[in-house]
């Protein structure tokens, strides 16, 4: 309501050719972001409250979707913070010349270290395979490529999950990647466009397991209080994915955009994030996780390749992934 | 002058849209990487698919047209309203029903492991070709069903009189009139499939030309190879036209009075009562699983998606209005450019429409300030080649005869469409006006690049619940949707009926 | 007074010339099929493209006038009247052809659809009426019309004699003064009902010659038409 509220003062205040007096901080981010149940409306509530500013969040389609449509706006962008690109994205994302360093320096609750000049992460997870309660689990990769049980992934070309596991296996099996998929064939059910469509699936019963994330299970429990998801704990160790944010050199809002990332990595936005993006804060906030996550996997070992790796190892992984699956 | 100016904006809005946002990704193109051996696969892939899916829908529909066409039963209207639902159903949705019949849980594979009977899957290249006739038979059963209704009443009563058969002196010239035009259309709704293909192709063997445009798009940035691919989707969306119109026989049926049909080869009922039945069966499982799943999460749906709901059915209602103000300038014109036209939109590709279009928009005005607007424009061209193929014979037939009759009463322009045409095209035009309002609500095409904050469709909204783990809101989402779409399709389809007599 | 001068009109290797003036009064048109009757028509009422030389009507040259602006009414083989207009609606584009009928115009119609023996009929549509009904309602159009030239194209070929004869008088006696052709392939219609004849063979429309005159010694062309 207080939403709606300032919304509409704001446009009043357009209207009233005070617009200079309200300066606007444009973010672009993925869809699910924005939308009334992820983070977006939370976050641009607790935002203005403190910036004397206009949040105005802009969805993009996914992750993939994102990097394509600031690369379409080019140095135009209207947009001062993209939001939501992960590590596999990153190094085609500073390719582009567009970002500048954030200048953040934050203690950050990630697994492994982190010192990127152009992007901050705000949020970070675990790909897991995501199955029910009280059914075999797999142990691993390979113990999954040798059982029967049926998966549903995502296309890698299409969706970051999917781009996520093929760097899963690359970065837990390098060379053997390719045998890897190709034992791996049998248990796949289907490639679907997104996670959406991979999730619903699995949900329909379609399959034994879909990759999503270790903090899948938390949704079902803290949101619809049921606990027959888990997510399986693999031996070879989960591959992160790092949710980031990156401020635009061509930005008109500097100061805003630097006090937006500021806050980003600050209590404010960081309780936001476990109950509505359903991901591991990247700066754990004071009251620490919400009840459930305890409960959670914590798998023995993150993996995950540097931006530069991932990128270098994205078209021969694509093409292994490619000819394994088509045979 | 009348009818050649709106024809003309018609046609420059369809190759601007197709042709036109080719050019702007194209030109937006840095030096790409060219095609590669799985894109060279893809094709293939999409030209098997296509075909098969074509092919299949149509022997499945002939049966099925043909029982409708002869048997007069309580519920034949309704049964023909909801036998169109799935070509208007979002794809998602679609697919949700088909796996809740066939899926590895679906109704099937249960009632086959209850008798200790191996299990079916869904997955791979039939599964692919299942779901496009899926979508596809209700389109093909409705031009078939045409052309059976097109023949003349006394051509029945001649053949009868002369004790010939009904089958091969009417119904094959008729059948070979209709079906290509009828394959063609739905050769080209397949080739341009995407999310279809991939999530019941069982992986990356099911790319079609689509995925690897998103793919060159959204992940490589190789706008070039993007553009390239969509040149070669155009060049096979024509070349399947040309062939089809190579082998479609031009002669009409010609006209009859317009007497209710009565025929003297009634044929077994039984034959036609199977047909019918398993036609219904096949379409409307999916349909009920999609409610059944749908109804729960009708409670569980958060406001927002109501207030979608309102701005899908306005961006529903403006398209549908665009489009038979466009159908009906481009019939009135008539000629080969048109049919053209009506084939263009369909082998175009959504993902480089939105991405040329966005490249045009954007270094002018803001393209959320645009969305639904834009989103209007586009779903009403993409509608565009059904509604001409709907409104067009009929507009020919108004001119063929009554033109002559209202150019000697001096009835000119804005006239002649007030007092001649529309009234005698009532029932294609509010055809035409339900099927685009029902797949414009069914979109989500555009949208997803253009929507800012606040300005979500419904199918844009029921995916957002999706990616945020409410499957049961997005069930209800896709319900509500369903019921939207065939309310509207009803509505403007009755609207054309109202009392139209003669 | 209609004038056809130097008229010739090419359909791919068939060429037909007239060159010729026709009275008011019932003009017939015959000869034999395929021959150009209907096509000679068309050309006067500005249906007909790929025409050479000029039609006039006193004096005026209208060649390059649109159908709808010539002063001709036409009654077309079928298809005269609006299936989805009332009666009333049907005989009133006549009048006027945007259908915005005033009080006085209503009246005119009512008139009209008296004077052909449709009296009350102005509610029906064609469906509810019988042929020859809806022959008299496209002429009680060509009555409140009032152009001066009424081209019948064959209207009531599909009506039996006994009603064709009777349409035949209700033309003669209700377009009295205007100047009327007929085309019909009935040699008796024409003896019956023409003042004089058009004769339509071999790519020449023959100038009128009186009725009569002509059945009494009929030129070659003629004799083979009517097998004589």
């Known amino acids: 309501m207080k939403t709606t509220l300032s919304i509409s003062v704001a446009a009043a205040l357009c209207a009233t050719s005070a617009m200079a007096e309200t300066p606007t901080l444009n973010v672009m981010t993925y869809d699910s972001f924005v939308s009334d149940w992820g983070p977006g409306p939370a976050v641009e509530a607790a935002f203005e409250e403190i910036c004397n500013c206009d949040l105005v969040f802009t969805g993009a389609g996914d992750g993939a979707a994102l990097l394509a449509r600031l690369q379409l706006e080019g140095k135009g962008s209207d947009a001062d913070v993209v939001l939501g690109l992960d590590t596999n994205l990153t190094a085609a994302a500073r390719a582009t010349g567009l970002f500048a360093p954030h200048g953040v320096s934050a203690e950050l609750d990630l697994p492994i270290s982190w010192d990127d000049a152009e992007f901050l992460p705000f949020d970070w997870g675990y790909f897991a395979f995501v199955g029910n309660a009280g059914e075999d689990a797999a142990t691993s990769l390979k113990a999954l490529a040798e059982s029967d049980a049926k998966i549903l992934i995502q296309d890698p070309r299409s969706s970051t999950p999917g781009l996520g596991l093929l760097m899963w296996v690359k970065a837990a099996y390098g060379d053997e990647a390719a045998d890897v998929w190709a034992a791996l064939a049998d248990n796949i059910v289907t490639v679907t466009p997104g996670w959406s469509e991979a999730y619903g699936l699995f949900l329909e019963g379609e399959a034994d397991a879909v990759l999503s994330y270790t903090t899948s299970p938390a949704y079902h429990l803290i949101a619809e209080e049921d606990d027959s998801k888990v997510a399986w704990a693999f031996d070879e160790g989960h591959y992160m994915q790092v949710e980031v944010a990156g401020k635009l050199a061509g930005t008109d809002q500097p100061e805003l955009a630097d006090q937006f990332l500021a806050f980003m990595v600050s209590d404010g936005f960081q309780s936001i994030i476990p109950t509505t993006n359903w991901m591991y804060p990247a700066k754990l906030p004071a009251e620490g996780l919400p009840a459930g996550f305890e409960t959670l996997v914590t798998p023995n070992k993150a993996l995950l390749l540097s931006s530069d790796a991932a990128a270098a190892a994205r078209d021969g992984a694509l093409e292994e992934w490619r000819a394994a699956l088509s045979q | 002058m009348i009818q050649k100016l709106p024809a003309w904006l018609a046609m420059a809005l369809v190759l601007g849209l197709t042709l036109g946002t080719l050019a702007a990704v194209g030109w937006r193109a840095e030096l790409g990487r060219g095609l590669s051996a799985a894109d060279w696969a893809a094709v293939r892939f999409t030209i098997t698919q296509a075909i098969m899916s074509a092919m299949l829908s149509v022997v499945l529909a002939i049966p099925a047209a043909r029982a409708l066409a002869r048997r007069s039963f309580r519920g034949r209207r309704i049964l023909i309203t909801l036998l169109g639902a799935p070509f208007l159903l979002p794809v998602i949705v679609a697919v949700l029903g088909l796996l809740a019949v066939f899926g590895r849980g679906g109704v099937i594979n249960s009632a086959l492991a209850a008798v200790g009977l191996p299990q079916i899957s869904i997955y791979g290249f039939w599964g692919v070709v299942l779901a496009h006739v899926f979508f596809n038979l209700p389109l093909a059963v409705r031009l078939i069903l045409q052309g059976w209704q097109a023949i003349p009443a006394e051509r029945f009563r001649l053949v009868a009189s002369l004790n010939g058969s009904v089958f091969r002196l009417l119904e094959v010239p008729m059948l070979a009139r209709v079906v290509p035009g009828a394959a063609l259309v739905i050769f080209l709704i397949c080739l341009t499939s995407f999310a279809v293909a991939l999530t019941l192709g069982g992986g990356p063997r099911a790319t079609t030309v689509e995925l690897a445009i998103y793919q060159a798009i959204q992940f490589d940035f190789d706008l070039g190879r993007a553009a390239l691919l969509a040149c070669i989707q155009f060049g096979l969306g024509l070349s399947a036209a040309f062939v089809a119109w190579q082998v479609t026989p031009t002669q009409g049926m010609g006209r009859g009075m317009d007497r209710i049909v009565q025929r003297w080869d009634q044929g077994r009922a039984a034959v036609d009562a199977a047909a019918l039945s398993l036609v219904a069966l096949f379409l409307l499982l999916p349909l009920a699983m999609v409610v059944l799943r749908g109804v729960p999460g009708l409670i569980e749906m958060p406001s927002a998606v109501w207030a979608a709901a309102g701005r899908s059915i306005m961006v529903a209602t403006g398209s549908a209005g665009l489009c038979v103000v466009l159908a009906v300038a481009l019939s009135l014109r008539g000629g080969v450019a048109v049919s053209v036209i009506g084939v263009m939109p369909l082998a175009a590709s959504g993902l480089v429409m939105g991405t040329g279009l966005f490249v045009l928009v954007y270094p002018f005005v803001s393209p959320r300030s645009v969305a639904l607007p834009v989103t209007i424009l586009v779903n009403a061209t993409l509608a565009l080649p059904f509604a001409v193929r709907a409104i067009g014979p009929a507009v020919a037939d108004v001119k063929a005869d009554y033109g002559k009759l209202a150019e000697s009463l001096g009835m000119q322009g804005w006239n002649r469409l007030r007092i001649v045409v529309f009234p005698r095209i009532r029932r294609p035009l509010g055809f035409a006006a339900g099927l685009a309002a029902a797949l414009s609500m069914g979109d989500l095409g555009v949208i997803t690049l253009f929507a800012g904050e606040a300005q979500e469709t419904l199918p844009l909204a029921m995916y957002r619940l999706m990616g945020s783990y409410r499957m049961e809101a997005a069930a209800g989402a896709g319900l509500l949707l369903l019921a939207l779409s065939l309310l509207l399709f009803w509505l403007c389809d009755q609207g054309g009926r109202r009392d139209a007599d003669a | ?228």
Request: glycine residues 10%; hydrophobic residues 45%; negative net charge.
């Open chain 3, 1 to 228: 007074m209609l004038t056809l001068d130097g008229l010739r009109i090419f359909l791919g290797a068939f060429q037909l010339s007239a060159n010729l003036t026709v009275q008011p009064g019932i003009t017939a048109i015959i000869g034999p099929s395929g021959g150009g009757k209907s096509t000679l028509l068309a050309a006067i009422a500005g249906f007909q493209d790929g025409a050479a030389g000029r039609v006039l009507w006193q004096d005026q040259d209208i060649t390059d006038a649109a159908p709808g602006a010539r002063p001709i009414s036409t009654l077309f083989q079928d298809n005269n009247l609006f299936p989805h207009l009332t009666i009333a609606q049907n005989v009133g584009l006549g009048l006027r052809p945007d259908l915005k009928l005033s009080q006085t115009d209503l009246l005119a119609v009512a008139e009209a659809l008296r004077a052909v023996g449709l009296d009350g009929m102005e509610q029906r549509k064609p469906a509810a009426m019988s042929g020859g009904q809806q022959s008299r309602a496209a002429l009680a159009r060509l009555l409140v019309a009032d152009r001066p030239v009424v081209l019948l194209d064959e209207p009531f070929a599909a009506l039996g004699p006994g009603m064709r004869a009777e349409m035949l008088a209700l033309v003669r006696e209700k377009l009295v003064g205007r100047t009327v052709l007929m085309v019909t392939h009935d040699p008796d219609d024409a003896q019956r009902a023409a003042d004089q004849v058009i004769l339509v063979s071999a790519g020449v429309a023959a100038p009128p010659v009186p009725t009569q005159e002509l059945f009494a010694d009929p030129p070659e062309a003629l004799k083979a038409y009517l097998g004589k």
